[in-house]
């Protein structure tokens, strides 16, 4: 396969390595505050996906400064890019929004934002918002798809449809901004494989892969203990995101093959936890990608 992954675009873009740096942004999510509903998504932490995040300490300067220190070693004469990654981060006050996203993105060392929403947090006040900053610094909005069977998204509790997702990418590319979508492979009773051929249709940007975790705390640990979810093996795992990857327009960029949970509070499949064996295994069969 010929694909391009994030890595070597941000290289080629900006000329050098492009480290990302995990933020929190303190907020919320429809779902968590009783707009749409409570506790969440069923696979969804407490931390709202943001284990690895550097967590709400202080101003989202004083995050980046953090997190630029535990990677300086890794880093190597690269540049960054901001990623709002916890929760869903376009769903608060414009004026916040204005301020955090201007903030992450006023250091010269940062070259670019992520930011990580729901399709039902994108209003046409943050659409309009996302094109002033991405005119500065470029940008592009991660999107919760994780399934596009809505009966699937029922059970897990997403709390909007299919064709949510679908309008929020137009009016996103509507106003120039680029689009990631987030598919999970494992929810029961699922076909990943059709999420992504719907993908490649509704003309997303990139998408990120990955595999369903168990985390203590979800709902979907309760869903484990009573036999109604049974986590993938790595060989299945691998076989389904092959499948996956073929039915993908060529011009997608592949941000993330697989994903780890917090080794702390995973349940299950425990050898999501060996990130190196996964990732190794991962490139072998999929030839390099």
Known sequence: MSRKRISEVLKERFGC?????????????????????YGGCIFCSGKGSGEFAEGPCGSIAAQLKKAKKRVEGKVGGGKYLAYFQSFS?????????????????????????????????????V??????????????????????????GKYIRRGYSTADFADAVKRLHSAGIETVAHIIIGLPGDDPVKTAKYLSDVGVDGVKFHLLHIIKGTELEKEYEKGAVTPLTLEEYTEILKRCVSV???????????????????IAPLWSGDKKRVLNHVNKALGGL
Do not use: M
């Open 248 to 266: 993908l327009r060529e011009d997608i960029i592949i941000h993330r093959l697989t994903g780890d949970g917090d080794k702390k509070t995973l």
């Open 127 to 152: 659409i309009s918002l996302l094109r002033e900053v991405n005119g500065i610094k470029p940008l592009w909005v991660e999107l919760g798809l994780q399934t596009a069977d809505d009966e699937v």
């Open 17 to 37: 390595k492009i480290y990302k740096l995990s933020l929190d942004a303190g907020l919320t999510c429809p779902n968590r505050d009783g707009t749409k509903g």
């Open 89 to 125: 981060n376009t769903y608060d006050d414009i004026n916040y929004l204005r301020r955090i996203y201007f903030e992450a993105i006023a250091p010269e060392d940062i070259v670019g934002l992520a930011i990580a929403t729901r399709p039902d947090c994108v209003s046409d006040e």
